[in-house]
Nanobody, 124 residues
Framework: QVHLVESGGGLVQAGGSLRLSCAASGRTFSSYAMGWFRQAPGKEREFVAAISWLGTNKYYADSVKGRFTISRDNAKNTVFLQMNSLKPEDTAVYLC?????????????????WGQGTQVTVSS
């Protein structure tokens, strides 16, 4: 069992930056692939980024490539999402997720555990 808690969301102007964190409980955090998804009102959940259990493989949605960076600190049971050059269309609830399998999955159904999410609002 893995319990995930996101933090770091907030209100930022377009062009600004935010760093999201996802703290995980459990001693097996380092064996999970981790992902970030987002969901805007009235829209489906959307993949943002994923990182393999060792952090050697990363995968990004085209919409955030070059602006967002996913990383993890297995010693601190935490995964991060650094978001730069934010746009109003990045506004959403951002959720982190954990997958017991290897790789960098980009489909929400691949993930086993989810956090509650943190709100990110980008003003124009």
């Amino acid at each position: 069992q893995v319990h995930l808690v996101e933090s770091g969301g907030g209100l930022v102007q377009a062009g600004g930056s935010l760093r999201l964190s996802c703290a995980a409980s459990g001693r097996t955090f380092s064996s999970y692939a981790m992902g970030w998804f987002r969901q805007a009102p009235g829209k489906e959940r959307e993949f943002v980024a994923a990182i393999s259990w060792l952090g050697t493989n990363k995968y990004y949605a085209d919409s955030v490539k070059g602006r967002f960076t996913i990383s993890r600190d297995n010693a601190k049971n935490t995964v991060f999402l650094q978001m730069n050059s934010l746009k109003p269309e990045d506004t959403a609830v951002y959720l982190c997720a954990a997958d017991r399998n290897t790789g960098v999955p980009s489909t929400s159904s691949d993930y086993d555990y989810w956090g509650q999410g943190t709100q990110v609002t980008v003003s124009s």
